[in-house]
């Protein structure tokens, strides 16, 4: 086992877990700002940095350590600390060591991409490797780019009291998402935030005299204008490794994003090297990183019997405000395709529970073949969409009909009944 950072890998260490620990001290303080609508006298009177990033990192360093401890006082393992690349056909040297296997697994993941800005190299910034570990709370942050990272960090600093600005190239912020979805939640987002699309950056620059803060030249659709704040945050998206490890010189083949190409069973063309998570893997998300090593794991102890990776329906969510999560085509891609189909929309201020919440903007998306009434796709924004997508991903991976899972028993008045009635409406 060759590790050339922390173990636990980017979710354990700057990714999913720390960043929704983070988010929970955000959805806390969402909660004390919004309390007067339901007759509670409350004021958010800012936060304790230290304590909310100290109860983060008291919890995941010691994973870490422990981990990695863990792995080094296995039986029949060895852990080599250090940087590996290839140098041959199932050859790989590390810390000036060369060893083979007869089957080598390539999971080093990825890395934030940096794009290229003018002065950018002058300018102090953070990436979502580092944005969580910050000495103190900035006064002012600028998020480059309006994807899943932007999202939940913009909601993270913004309702801890750092004020927010999203800067994307694009006319909507998760533009991957399904049209009514993305729409929804960047009117949403930039009614709470600073948000500028259709905008480039031309050029940044510190802002003070000392070398601090950030100040950026962007041109907003033909108009030019500076944008200034107290800290920079890069989150334009991620690269793969393959580049560090050197994996052509292994033999071992990538595609145009420099990803690594492996077949239906995660193999790659080397025969016994096999690769897994963000380095190869299209949908770039913990929870199928853990399936296809499930996937390798048995490939290589049942090589008769070998299993394909399954990424059907490809489910995430956001853990932005709100919420926002998916499973499937969306209606976009459905008429792409030409797939003919029905569609279910549910507000959830026209269920019971969403009167209790207040909830005026969210809703419920299924979309169903309109011959067969499989669900093809479903989409959610709004409170706890992370958790109500669930029997929507089990019906679609199971293909179940849209019939099938509207006339099972729903909890009345459980938000879940906006799901019941987005179903029944088709």
């Known amino acids: 086992m060759i ?6 890998g980017t979710c354990l260490n700057s990714g999913c877990i720390p960043s929704k ?37 008291d919890r995941i360093d010691p994973l870490s350590a422990g981990g990695e401890e863990y792995r080094d006082q296995q039986p029949n393992t060895t852990v080599f600390k250090g940087e ?31 794009p290229e800005i003018p002065g950018l190299a002058d300018v102090t910034y953070y990436t979502s490797d580092e944005v969580m570990r ?16 932007g999202a939940e960090m913009g909601h993270f600093f913004g309702c801890i009291g750092t004020l927010v600005t ?44 000392d070398g601090t803060g950030v100040t950026l030249e962007v041109n907003v659709a033909g108009d030019r204008q500076e944008v200034s704040a107290d800290a920079l945050l890069i989150a334009s998206g991620r690269i793969p490794n393959s580049d560090l490890l050197r994996v052509e010189e292994g033999g071992v083949e990538i595609d145009e994003r420099g990803k690594v190409v492996t077949d239906d069973f995660l193999e790659t063309r080397v025969e016994g090297v096999w690769a897994m998570g963000d380095i190869t893997s299209p949908v770039e998300l913990k929870h199928f990183a853990n399936l296809e090593a499930r996937t390798i794991k048995h490939n290589i102890s049942n090589p008769g ?10 489910p995430y969510a956001v853990f932005a405000s709100p919420q926002v999560a998916s499973v499937g085509l969306t209606e976009r891609e459905v008429h792409e395709q030409g797939i003919p189909h029905i569609v279910g929309r549910q507000e959830y201020a026209a269920t019971a529970y969403g009167w209790a919440t ?44 849209v019939d099938d899972l509207a006339h099972v028993m729903y909890i009345h008045p459980a938000l879940t009944e906006v799901v019941e009635q987005a179903l029944l409406k088709i």
Request: charged fraction near 25%; aromatic fraction near 6%.
């Open 166 to 209: 999203v800067i994307d190239h694009g006319d909507k912020m998760i533009r991957v998402e399904d049209d009514d979805i993305c729409v929804r939640f960047t009117e949403i987002f930039s009614s709470q935030h600073r948000v500028l699309l259709n905008t480039d950056v031309v050029s940044a620059r510190p802002q003070n005299a």
């Open 305 to 314: 019997h070998k299993m394909k990776m399954d990424y059907r329906g490809r």
């Open 134 to 149: 910050l000495p103190e709370q900035p006064g002012s942050i600028i998020i480059l780019g309006g994807g899943y990272i």
């Open 84 to 114: 590996a690349r290839f140098t041959g056909r199932k050859v790989i040297e590390v810390n000036g060591e060369q060893i083979t296997g007869r089957h080598i697994v390539i999971a080093a993941g990825g890395r934030p991409r940096i």
């Open 358 to 401: 207040e909830d005026t903007v969210s809703f419920v998306k299924v979309i169903a073949h309109a011959s067969n009434r499989r669900i093809l796709g479903a989409h959610i924004i709004g409170p706890q969409a992370s958790i109500l997508i669930q029997p929507l991903i089990i019906a679609y991976e199971l293909g179940q009909t």
């Open 3 to 8: 590790e050339k950072g922390k173990f636990g």
């Open 21 to 57: 620990m983070l988010l929970q001290s955000a959805n806390v303080a969402e909660t004390v700002k919004t309390s007067g609508k339901f007759g509670v006298r409350s004021e958010f009177q800012g936060i304790d940095w230290k304590a909310v990033t100290g109860r983060v990192w």
